[in-house]
């Protein structure tokens, strides 16, 4: 039997604040086999982005095991993680994250000419192509629209053919046609690759469009609803 591509087992987050410990995650179990989009729901403050951010490998559990894309994480040191994500994990933002000087051929190939990967910026164009940008490969992010812009952050979260995909709110910053179009592209293309998709959202529609939904109170899961098949 296949190995989920995540498993979490009793995961707690305790940051430190002038008023002492704060728990942000109380003891998280999860399993999410590969291939599967997940979206992770709940008010703010319940710790649906803190979870994405360990899935990432940039926020280290208090407690408890973290097993992503068959790599234990609690067992790696800061390059050893730098490296599993790069090889193995895509991050789309809400804000978009581009760097300002560089076009956005430049900003997708970054990524791979830091792994070593051959003809990056050939492959980089391909994945602009892809999401539609191929006018605009020698545009700078100010020359883009924040639809735009979207899209080259998520041609970049894509160039290293990741294993997972985790997307924290990414039409937050997006009207409602355009991130709707966004959405669309975000699981084409999550087919088309066949990566395991996790967001984090408020929006109940594009929770909706996934195949599981978790939802957060507090710090733990409250409730694990699977989407059912139409007959």
């Known amino acids: 039997m296949q190995q989920p591509i995540i498993r979490l087992t009793d995961v707690r987050l305790n940051l430190e604040s002038r008023a002492g410990t704060v728990q942000i995650l109380k003891g998280i179990t999860l399993d999410v086999a590969r291939g599967q989009s997940l979206a992770i729901v ?7 982005t803190s979870l994405l951010m360990i899935l ?5 559990a208090s ?5 992503v894309a068959g790599r234990d994480f609690n ?3 800061e390059d050893q993680m730098a490296l599993a994500r790069g090889e193995d994990i ?34 980089a164009r391909s994945l602009l192509t892809e999401v539609g940008l191929a006018p605009r490969v020698d545009h700078f992010p100010a020359q883009l629209s924040g639809g735009e812009q979207q899209r080259v952050a998520l041609a970049r979260a894509l160039s290293p053919e990741p294993k997972l995909l985790l997307a924290d709110e990414p039409t937050g910053n997006l009207d409602g046609k355009t991130g709707r179009q966004v959405v669309d592209l975000l699981f084409d293309l999550k087919v088309r690759s066949g990566a395991t998709l996790v967001l984090v959202t408020h929006d109940e529609h594009l929770a909706k469009a996934c195949e599981r939904t978790i939802r957060m109170a507090d710090g733990i899961i409250a409730s694990d609803e699977h989407a059912v ?3």
């Open 56 to 60: 990432a490998g940039l926020e280290r």
């Open 63 to 67: 407690n408890g095991d973290v097993h």
């Open 75 to 77: 067992a790696l040191d």
């Open 42 to 48: 709940g008010p703010s403050g319940s710790g649906k």
């Open 229 to 231: 098949a139409a007959a």
């Open 90 to 123: 895509g991050i789309v933002f809400q804000s978009f994250h581009l760097i300002p000087t560089m076009t956005a051929l430049e900003n997708v190939a970054l990524p791979l000419e830091f792994a070593g990967v051959p003809g990056a910026r050939d492959r």
